[in-house]
């Protein structure tokens, strides 16, 4: 009996393949396991944050120890924060978005060692992304700013 379920053992091609496609399908739709992907619905708007100085001109978030997606992320909780005060489906006021961004601000240069002495002020940017009929429309505005000075 073993010499036989060894000689169909040995002729099954792609034994890995066929062991993982058994091991799915026990398994079901649970995470990391299911076959939908991650990313299949794109939205059709995003944004993200950069750090610039007084005149405008772009920082490396890195120069205040954050990596610019932590810089999108420190904002976004600071968002939720303040939304978290308002009544359900009511948006954030753009003085609201302000207070969220100074924040970070203030955030950030906290946990930096030592103040840049060539910044009077610290502005938080935000780029709005929106994919209309078919093209890409971007939207720059101050979020906020903070005197260092």
């Known amino acids: 009996m073993r010499s036989v379920l060894e000689k169909i ?9 066929w062991i993982i496609t058994v091991a799915c399908l026990l398994i079901g739709e649970a995470y990391p396991f299911s076959n939908f992907p991650m990313f299949g619905n794109f939205s059709g708007k995003t944004w993200y944050v950069y750090l610039a100085d007084e005149r405008g001109k772009a920082i490396p978030a890195l120069d ?8 999108k992320k420190a904002y976004d909780a600071s968002m939720r924060r303040i939304k978290g005060t308002l009544p359900k489906k009511q948006k954030l006021s753009l003085e609201q978005e302000r207070l969220a961004a100074e924040e970070t601000l203030r955030y950030l240069i906290a946990q930096r060692q030592s103040r840049p002495s060539h910044l009077a002020a610290l502005r938080l940017v935000r780029v709005d992304l929106r994919m209309q009929d078919g093209k890409m429309t971007e939207k720059t505005r101050t979020a906020g700013e903070v005197a260092l000075r």
């Open 9 to 17: 053992w040995r002729a099954i091609p792609l034994k890995g393949m």
């Open 64 to 71: 205040f120890g954050v990596p610019t997606n932590g810089l």
